[in-house]
């Protein structure tokens, strides 16, 4: 079974920088999209980066220039520089779902699907003023 474990939440002050990582595991695909999401209170659920098979990455606006995703085998990370108190929130990395299986080889859903199967569950970012 396909498991995501995330690491390296925690507490920094307006302008610092923090690192989260995913560890991945189970998750065989010949294609496939990984992604970051977060949660603040009140709000509904952000994508914040995504990266293909390819190594594409895609960005939100809101992180554009400040976040860098990127995926080392089973570990998936997220970068994070000059954060703001509005970055506050709950960090969740994703993997999209089975797509279709031929030949013997599976396929999972493309990051533009937005169909993102496996969670992990979750590490908070507090971001202080």
């Known amino acids: 079974q396909v498991q995501l474990v995330e690491f390296g939440g925690g507490s920094v002050q307006a302008g610092g920088s923090l690192r989260l990582s995913c560890a991945v595991s189970?998750?065989?695909?010949?294609?496939?999209?990984m992604a970051w999401f977060r949660q603040a209170p009140g709000k509904g659920r952000e994508e914040v980066a995504t990266i293909d098979h390819d190594g594409r990455r895609s960005y939100g606006d809101s992180v554009k220039g400040r976040f860098t995703i990127s995926q080392d085998g089973g570990t998936l990370s997220l970068q994070m520089n000059n954060l703001k108190p509005e970055d506050t929130a709950m960090y969740y990395c994703?993997?999209?779902?089975?797509?279709?299986?031929?030949?013997?080889?599976?396929?999972?859903?493309?990051?533009?699907?937005?169909?993102?199967?496996?969670w992990g569950q979750g590490t908070q970012v507090t971001v202080s003023s």
């Open positions: 994703a993997a999209a779902g089975l797509a279709f299986e031929f030949g013997g080889r599976r396929y999972a859903y493309s990051c533009d699907s937005h169909d993102f199967g496996y």
């Open positions: 189970g998750y065989a695909y010949e294609t496939y999209c």
